[in-house]
């Protein structure tokens, strides 16, 4: 339970109808970025999903909104979120493999390079040890 954090670290969301995903404090941009509560004019969307962003009939941004509520570069980020038609529900996903599932030997690769940005302390095979 103490290494949760590294899977939390790992995940991000991958929107289907974006309603169970909140705008703030969750990664949902792409490379699991999230909207911190913090950010200036946060408190407008505080309580609110994505879906309110998006155009559920044809599964789309609803650029307008975002432009008025965020800030350029943060609209940009929402704007480049990638919304795939077949996904219908929200889910978990694991940001760190190209095949989206969470595995050992990613995390590691997580931790070496991401989380202590030590590239040097990578030792191949090593996490099958794990």
């Known amino acids: 339970m103490r290494a ?15 309603a169970s995903i909140s705008i703030l404090n969750e990664p949902w941009l792409p490379n699991g970025e999230f909207i911190s509560s913090d950010t200036p004019d946060a408190h407008i969307v505080q309580n609110f999903t994505i879906n309110i962003m998006m155009n559920l009939y044809v599964k789309s941004r609803n ?15 929402i704007l480049h979120t990638q919304l795939i038609s077949k996904v219908d529900e929200d889910g978990l996903i694991w940001k760190a493999e190209w095949h989206v599932r969470y595995s050992v030997r990613s995390v590691y690769r997580l931790c070496v390079y991401e989380l202590i940005d030590s590239p040097h302390l990578w030792r191949s095979g090593f996490w099958s040890r794990i």
């Open 4 to 18: 949760r954090f590294l899977v939390r670290g790992g995940a991000r969301w991958s929107i289907g109808s974006g």
């Open 63 to 77: 650029e307008h909104v975002e432009r008025q509520v965020f800030s350029m570069d943060i609209a940009d980020k």
